[in-house]
């Protein structure tokens, strides 16, 4: 097979590679885009730890092909902070011990992300139930569904400015 070059917009960037179009997307990131913050875990679409956001939804980059993001705009971990300041996701995290081993933590900060922006008033249960779709390996989950709730407010605050 012949390499093809794959373009997307990485965290606000333009960014250009060629791989081979059997390549996933997750591996294309960090091997290609030295992006090693989206974590590759079950390599099944099962796991969620390498959830990233596509034209601004959540989706697993384990289970895509890089050639199938071609034009894509793409965040990953990477792209949440800004200019050295925590987004107001990744802060709740930190002050409500939303993370033990961090593994499963860029995925959740991206399904998370992408849960507020549809629901941004969401009830415990329905926090509990968006983020099932990440496995927590070291169930983590109270401090989790305490950051998210904790990041809602702050999010819709940001989206009304």
Sequence with gaps: MSAVTVRLTVNGAPREGRCEPRKLLVDFL?????LTGTHVG????????CTI?????????CIM???QADGAEIVTIEGLARDGKLHPLQ???HEHHGLQCGFCTPGMLMT???FLRVNPDPTEAE?????SAVLCRCTGYQGIIKAVQA?????????DD
Excluded: K, M, N, Y
Excluded at 53 to 61: C, K, N, T, W, Y
Excluded at 127 to 131: G, L, M, Q, S
Excluded at 151 to 159: D, G
């Design 42 to 49: 079950c390599e099944h679409g099962i796991c969620g730890a």
């Design 112 to 114: 998370a992300l992408d």
């Design 91 to 93: 802060e709740a995290f």
């Design 127 to 131: 926090v509990r139930e968006a983020i």
């Design 53 to 61: 956001l596509i034209d601004g939804e959540a989706a697993r980059s």
């Design 30 to 34: 960090r091997e290609d885009l030295a």
């Design 65 to 67: 092909l890089a050639v």
């Design 151 to 159: 990041a809602a407010p702050a999010l819709r605050a940001r989206r």
